[in-house]
């Protein structure tokens, strides 16, 4: 059998992978985005190419020889991402566990090791082929040696031979170097000649074929501009060529002996990327079996059928089921396609056909008929627009996704699926565009064809996403809390919050009114009339002409921001004017002409989303429009909530809300029993602080006292430290480190959770919450102390804020199962933090009433009491 020889650049490989896959972590933390995507190249290499040797290099550092002629060489790049350059270390070893030879030489290039072994190969008269991502490895290009390319990320590689070289680039291998004089290479910093772009440099060397005879007839070349830079530069021209020629007879210590492949143990593998959390490849390494229907290869091919009439033969009981919208928002978004891809095969489903198929709708209502989805929730609200209400859900690829790695921010299905290995499918804008440009494809075959393999994704990774969240211990917390939960979301993103609109007309006019009575006084204290809204006029009124303190200039002048102008306070009485100027403003604009836009004028309602996979610690998110950021510090905010009506007259708003949620899972979390007996006992929690840090009676706590116990109260539940607590009471960092000192001295079980809960970060580079949801912190290791210091308040807060999450989701799901069983009329309307908010028929009003404190407070059983605190009025505001 002849030899061939497989050489691989590593750190460009490395690095197209890097910027082609979303970061990514396994279950340590760890960053794997560059190794996942350079192991699926290497796999793939591994089988079509079967080498007999095989090499991967390495750059050696960033000082090389080539240096010493220009000390400028590579002086334009960007610092490496420490999220890549802590990987390198992990993809030697993923090499050596494939018996791979991997080498580096100080003071060269990769390419220079690339150069010389294959030069020696191709002496020896072996086949030779290169996989870089680096054109100037176009310049050994033989008849024996084929140059790689990867195109874009890592899956779409070009192979070069001399004659696809001068085909693309009508030029041959040896004027590589010579193009590259002349044009000069930004990401090396090669300057070339310039003026001198690729076609020209092209033209020139099909007139001149070398830099050197170029030279030699330089009088012959026209245009004078062109001659007279390939004259002044031309020191430039003939450095930029030294730089660019790769080194063919560099001092390896290695030969071609030493980079025989014999192989891998599918053994030694099978542990990295276990250890690595590859699951999705295992089933790629030889030796291995591929599970049944799991598909070890991302598909290349597609066939589906465009289904005329929907029958009973389109549905086994075990179906995943997809319907494409093109906005975000799917309330307000039309339907496009569906799909269902079960073993029966790939059915695209026309919109028109869901709507009036009885086959349909009966199937998806069988709870029975199991359905794998991507975004139950998004399926519950758009199945709802045809009257129907989808059972049967099974999984979601969405929820499992942002479980098992919550710190992802894109959860789409090609996201997800290449995050496991299947790459084989197009971005959404790669088939609907985007921004302005964003609609269906005049062929419809082709979004056709997007949506059934998009539904497919769903079909083969399920078993893969599934075997990740059970070896996480987290199967259930999908099973049992999210997937019922997006179910009841769903339900009410349906139903809506009714708006009364003209109240809200109302307080809009009121807040004008309120803002040009601000702005007069605002521009009295001025002592002139100006533009309120532009910094660039209030600046010199506040900082040069009142002579204000500067706290901060910006490139275009003084800053008058919000944190400035809180500063300020008490300086000036146009500060709080400005300030309170600024809320209302913001109230008017934001809220008040934002909610007027959003509520449908049919149901004279809003419906807005809930982003079950958005945060890291589990909490949801309102979006189109944010409800749970209605500011109610200030009266004028809370009022916005007077709004917020029941659907129905002589109907009532009810609002339940856990007290104090955090603290109790603090104290549940933390063990300590000062804090427990203080919530048995039903104590002011706060007063109760004062008193252990304060040495005082309960009689002796003044007001301040409590205040500053509240603080740090709820500040301890979020790491606070010495500087945070002093600005929240404003007292010096001392008093507050003595506080924070003494608070841990009297609850010395809360002192020792956050001390271990740090620990177990470090350690596991994670930490979990009740329900065991997780939260990664690759940071925790930092040697950066402020990086460093903000995970481990992270690790602190996580487990509790992420357990009243947890809770509340509980307590939804259990009070949709008892409004469904009661056969009430009542329905949840929002979850807003730490509180549900419901409409109510008066007659059901009391029972209502203990029947949600009743299921909140007994969601899951603490080592403390939980505590509900309910009420109801006309509106949301009435109901606090």
Same mark, same amino acid.
């Given at each position: 059998m002849s030899n061939k020889l497989v050489l691989i650049d590593g750190n460009s490989i490395a690095y197209r992978a890097f910027f082609a896959l979303p970061l990514l972590n396994n279950d340590k933390g760890v960053y794997t985005n560059a190794v996942y995507g350079f192991t699926t190249?290497?796999?793939?290499?591994?089988?079509?190419?079967?080498?007999?040797?095989?090499?991967?290099?390495?750059?050696?550092?960033?000082?090389?020889?080539?240096?010493?002629? %220009?000390?400028?060489?590579?002086?334009?790049?960007?610092?490496?991402?420490?999220?890549?350059?802590?990987?390198?270390?992990?993809?030697?070893?993923?090499?050596?566990?494939?018996?791979?030879?991997?080498?580096?030489?100080?003071?060269?290039?990769?390419?220079?090791?690339?150069?010389?072994?294959?030069?020696?190969?191709?002496?020896?008269?072996?086949?030779?082929?290169?996989?870089?991502?680096?054109?100037?490895?176009?310049?050994?290009?033989?008849?024996? !040696?084929?140059?790689?390319?990867?195109?874009?990320?890592?899956?779409?590689?070009?192979? %070069?031979?001399?004659?696809?070289?001068?085909?693309?680039?009508?030029?041959?291998?040896?004027?590589?170097?010579?193009?590259?004089?002349?044009?000069?290479?930004?990401?090396?910093?090669?300057?070339?000649?310039?003026?001198?772009?690729? #076609?020209?440099?092209?033209?020139?060397?099909?007139?001149?074929?070398?830099?050197?005879?170029?030279?030699?007839?330089?009088?012959?070349?026209s245009?004078?501009?062109? #001659?007279?830079?390939?004259?002044?530069?031309?020191?430039?021209?003939?450095?930029?060529?030294?730089?660019?020629?790769?080194?063919?007879?560099?001092?390896?210590? !290695?030969?071609?002996?030493?980079?025989?492949?014999?192989?891998?143990?599918?053994?030694?593998?099978?542990?990295? @990327?276990?250890?690595?959390?590859?699951?999705?490849?295992?089933?790629?390494?030889?030796?291995?079996?591929?599970?049944?229907?799991?598909?070890?290869?991302?598909?290349?091919?597609?066939?589906?059928?465009?289904?005329?009439?929907?029958?009973?033969?389109? @549905?086994?009981?075990?179906?995943?089921?997809?319907?494409? !919208?093109?906005?975000?928002?799917?309330?307000?978004?039309?339907?496009?396609?569906?799909?269902?891809?079960?073993?029966?095969?790939?059915? %695209? !489903?026309?919109?028109?056909?869901?709507?009036?198929?009885?086959?349909?709708?009966?199937?998806?209502?069988?709870?029975?008929?199991?359905?794998?989805?991507?975004?139950?929730?998004?399926?519950?609200?758009?199945?709802?627009?045809?009257?129907?209400?989808?059972?049967?859900?099974?999984?979601?690829?969405?929820l499992a996704s942002y479980l098992i790695n919550p710190s992802d921010n894109n959860h789409d299905i090609p996201a997800i699926s290449h995050r496991f290995g299947k790459t084989d499918i197009m971005l959404d804008e790669e088939v609907y565009g985007k921004g302005a440009k964003k609609g269906l494809p005049d062929d419809a075959s082709k979004y056709e064809e997007h949506i059934v393999r998009k539904t497919s994704m769903i079909h083969l990774l399920k078993d893969q996403m599934e075997e990740a969240l059970s070896d996480n211990k987290q199967l259930d917390l999908l099973m049992d809390l999210e997937l019922p939960l997006a179910l009841v979301l769903g339900e009410m993103e349906a139903t809506g919050v009714k708006v009364d609109r003209e109240r809200l007309k109302g307080m809009g006019k009121e807040l004008t009114e309120r803002l040009n009575v601000l702005e007069n006084d605002i521009q009295e204290l001025a002592g002139e009339s100006f533009n309120v809204n532009s910094p660039k006029q209030l600046g010199p009124i506040l900082f040069e002409k009142l002579e204000l303190p500067v706290i901060k200039k910006t490139k275009t002048g003084y800053s008058t921001s919000a944190d400035v102008l809180e500063q300020l306070a008490g300086k000036h009485p146009i500060i709080e004017k400005l300030l309170l100027y600024r809320q209302l403003k913001k109230l008017d604009s934001t809220y008040i002409a934002g909610l007027l836009r959003v509520i449908h004028n049919d149901s004279e309602k809003i419906h807005t989303r809930f982003n079950q996979a958005l945060t890291q610690t589990g909490r949801l998110s309102s979006i189109d429009p944010n409800l749970q950021n209605i500011p109610i510090r200030i009266e004028e905010g809370r009022k916005i909530r007077q709004a917020f009506v029941p659907s129905k007259a002589g109907w009532k708003i009810l609002a339940a809300d856990y007290s104090q949620i955090e603290l109790r899972v603090l104290a549940h979390i933390a063990k300590d029993e000062k804090l427990q007996a203080a919530f048995k006992n039903d104590k002011d929690i706060h007063t109760q602080t004062a008193m252990d840090v304060f040495h005082v009676k309960e009689e002796e706590v003044t007001s301040n006292m409590r205040r500053q116990a509240k603080a740090v109260n709820f500040g301890i539940v979020y790491g606070i430290s010495d500087y945070g607590l002093s600005q929240n009471l404003g007292i010096t960092r001392k008093e507050a480190k003595r506080f924070i000192e003494r608070y841990l001295e009297s609850y010395p079980a809360v002192r020792d959770y956050m001390k271990a809960i740090v620990q177990e970060a470090k350690q596991n580079g994670y930490v979990t919450t009740i329900m065991n949801r997780r939260r990664y912190l690759p940071d925790i290791t930092s040697r950066n102390f402020n990086v460093r210091s903000f995970a481990e308040r992270t690790a602190m807060n996580t487990p509790i804020q992420g357990s009243a999450a947890d809770i509340i989701k509980l307590a939804m799901i259990e009070l949709d199962t008892r409004l469904k069983e009661e056969k009430t009329q009542a329905k949840l309307l929002l979850q807003v933090h730490d509180e549900l908010i419901l409409e109510v028929p008066e007659d059901e009003l009391e029972a209502m009433e203990k029947l949600v404190v009743d299921v909140m407070e007994n969601a899951i059983d603490l080592s403390v009491p939980l505590k509900v605190d309910a009420s109801h009025g006309d509106t949301w505001y009435d109901a606090k």
């Open positions: 190249m290497l796999l793939r290499m591994l089988e079509e190419e079967k080498p007999t040797h095989l090499l991967v290099a390495f750059d050696a550092g960033k000082t090389t020889f080539r240096h010493k002629t %220009y000390n400028e060489y590579k002086g334009g790049r960007e610092k490496t991402p420490s999220e890549l350059s802590e990987q390198f270390p992990l993809l030697r070893e993923l090499l050596d566990a494939f018996q791979i030879k991997h080498y580096q030489l100080e003071n060269y290039e990769a390419d220079d090791i690339i150069g010389t072994i294959s030069h020696k190969a191709q002496a020896e008269n072996w086949q030779v082929k290169v996989f870089s991502g680096d054109k100037d490895l176009l310049q050994l290009v033989s008849d024996q !040696i084929d140059v790689s390319l990867t195109k874009k990320g890592i899956s779409d590689v070009k192979t %070069y031979n001399p004659s696809t070289l001068v085909e693309e680039m009508e030029i041959s291998p040896e004027q590589v170097i010579d193009l590259k004089a002349l044009m000069g290479d930004k990401s090396d910093n090669i300057p070339g000649v310039p003026g001198v772009g690729q #076609k020209t440099a092209v033209k020139l060397l099909k007139q001149y074929e070398t830099l050197e005879n170029l030279y030699d007839h330089l009088d012959e070349v245009g004078k501009k062109l #001659k007279e830079n390939l004259t002044n530069y031309k020191e430039d021209a003939f450095m930029s060529k030294e730089l660019a020629t790769i080194n063919q007879s560099s001092p390896l210590e !290695i030969g071609l002996a030493d980079v025989q492949y014999d192989g891998y143990e599918h053994t030694k593998v099978r542990t990295i @990327f276990t250890e690595l959390g590859f699951q999705s490849l295992i089933g790629r390494i030889s030796g291995d079996e591929a599970e049944e229907g799991e598909a070890s290869d991302p598909i290349s091919e597609i066939e589906f059928t465009k289904v005329e009439e929907i029958t009973g033969e389109l @549905f086994t009981g075990r179906d995943a089921f997809d319907i494409e !919208i093109l906005d975000e928002n799917y309330h307000n978004e039309k339907m496009i396609g569906a799909a269902i891809v079960n073993e029966n095969g790939n059915f %695209y !489903i026309p919109i028109e056909l869901l709507e009036e198929s009885d086959l349909f709708k009966n199937w998806a209502e069988d709870n029975s008929k199991v359905k794998y989805v991507f975004d139950a929730k998004k399926i519950t609200v758009l199945l709802n627009r045809l009257n129907i209400a989808i059972k049967g859900i099974q999984f979601d690829l969405l």
